[in-house]
T-cell receptor
Framework: QKEVEQNSGPLSVPEGAIASLNCTYSDRVSQSFFWYRQYSGKSPELIMSIYSNGDKEDGRFTAQLNKASQYVSLLIRDSQPSDSATYLC???????????FGQGTRLTINP | DTAVSQTPKYLVTQMGNDKSIKCEQNLGHDTMYWYKQDSKKFLKIMFSYNNKELIINETVPNRFSPKSPDKAHLNLHINSLELGDSAVYFCASSQDPNTDTQYFGPGTRLTVL
């Protein structure tokens, strides 16, 4: 089992709809969770970090964490074409001193 | 001000050559990283340094040798380049490697012919 798993997509969502990106992780002691966005030919940039169970909202983005189910998700409301990118889930494994990345989900927002 | 910078941005070279990539961060972070992103976009850590000390070496061939002259710089030297080394290499930095956000440089696209 991979340490961090994402559906690689592509995920296609109409403009204005909600895009839902999912990620599962295998290490129960993971403490810190991150969503990065990567445009083609660019470097990953942080969208959200989440450390506690529940929801965390930042503008159109909401991260959801469920440690019991070892599941973290990212919702993008009112999706825009500029949201089209690859979204990378990353998990900090406690004590390992590193982030482990999922393989990324390619999201396309259709006008 | 660029937070994490890398040079060069593109590197095209022949098999068997030796090349270096340089990275600098001005964020005052203690930890720096090298990642390799292959053609399938999978981002995998190669090395990390904390205050100039190597803390992670992820089963990378010993043709790859990182060097950290100070905590703001982490360079990557690659000997005897192979076709399979073609990828995008990202440098990143963070304060606490267990909990903190990592900030990425712009990447170096290495093509080995």
């Amino acid at each position: 089992q991979k340490e961090v798993e994402q559906n690689s997509g592509p995920l296609s969502v109409p403009e204005g709809a909600i895009a839902s990106l999912n990620c599962t992780y295998s290490d129960r002691v993971s403490q810190s969770f991150f969503w990065y966005r990567q445009y083609s030919g660019k470097s990953p940039e942080l969208i959200m970090s989440i450390y506690s169970n529940g929801d965390k909202e930042d503008g159109r983005f909401t991260a959801q964490l469920n440690k019991a189910s070892q599941y973290v998700s990212l919702l993008i409301r009112d999706s825009q074409p500029s949201d089209s990118a690859t979204y990378l889930c990353a998990v900090a494994i406690q004590g390992a001193q590193k982030l482990v990345f999922g393989q990324g989900t390619r999201l396309t927002i259709n006008p | 001000d660029t937070a994490v910078s890398q040079t060069p941005k593109y590197l095209v070279t022949q098999m068997g050559n030796d090349k270096s990539i340089k990275c600098e961060q001005n964020l005052g972070h203690d930890t720096m990283y090298w990642y390799k992103q292959d053609s399938k976009k999978f981002l995998k850590i190669m090395f990390s340094y904390n205050n100039k000390e190597l803390i992670i070496n992820e089963t990378v061939p010993n043709r790859f040798s990182p060097k950290s002259p100070d905590k703001a710089h982490l360079n990557l030297h690659i000997n005897s380049l192979e076709l399979g080394d073609s990828a995008v290499y990202f440098c990143a930095s963070s304060q606490d490697p267990n909990t903190d956000t990592q900030y990425f440089g712009p990447g170096t696209r290495l093509t080995v012919l």
